[in-house]
């Protein structure tokens, strides 16, 4: 991967909070973010005393390196928000303009945390379908706008190879959104569920509190045992 293939756009700790409805249970145990590119959720996380590891392709680039694509990128990102404004939800967002704000806060909040992150192996150059982590390393392993919502780049044989290794470096795995780019349920939802179900894993789709991409407030939960709600 080379640095202008990246599309830097990352999003909140109190935004995966809602994304992934975490408890605070949840939230003491080991979690992974994969993909979480130049999202503030480690960074904040972090600093909350939480213990989080997050894994991208992004990881393989310095800071400033990323710092400068964040630039590069962000009329361009804004540009296709404002081209697609009614496929969102202007709710806790005002307008196109104050999400690309909040969001190049949370990206500057990322870069900020990176070098010291990476020194202390909370951010992992890495990318699915093959992680570098040992089985059962993490208790949950979260998901933020990368598997189905990338259907049109990333198929079906793709989906079901990233699920499986989520679960094997993790107990539990969370997906959101459900929704492709075009806001139609992914079309690999049902060969994950059934793959999962074929294993005897608990699947279920959950709502959650947290819709910014218009019908998108469901996510994926796929745990080895049954765990209580979310
Ligand atoms: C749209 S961004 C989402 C960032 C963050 N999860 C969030 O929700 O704010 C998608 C991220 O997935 C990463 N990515 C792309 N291919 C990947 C792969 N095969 N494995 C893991 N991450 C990947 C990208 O580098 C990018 O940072």
Redesign the pocket.
Known sequence: MKVDE??????TFD??QRIFALSDTDLAGRIL???????S?NAEATAAGYAVTS????CAFSAAEIGRRVTDCYETVLSQVKAARDGFVWTEFRDPDHLGQCRLT?MKGFLADFDRGRGEGRYVT????SLPFVDDQFDLAL????LF?YSDHLDADFHLA?VAELLRVAKEVRVFPLLTLSRQRSPYLDAVRDACDAKGLVVEVCRVPYEFQRGGNEMLRIARAAVGGV
Do not use: M
């Open positions: 990246i599309i830097p756009w990352g999003r935004e995966y973010g994969c993909g979480d590119g130049p999202a959720f894994c991208d392709p992004i949370a890495a990318a699915l379908p998901v933020s706008h990368l919502l990233a």
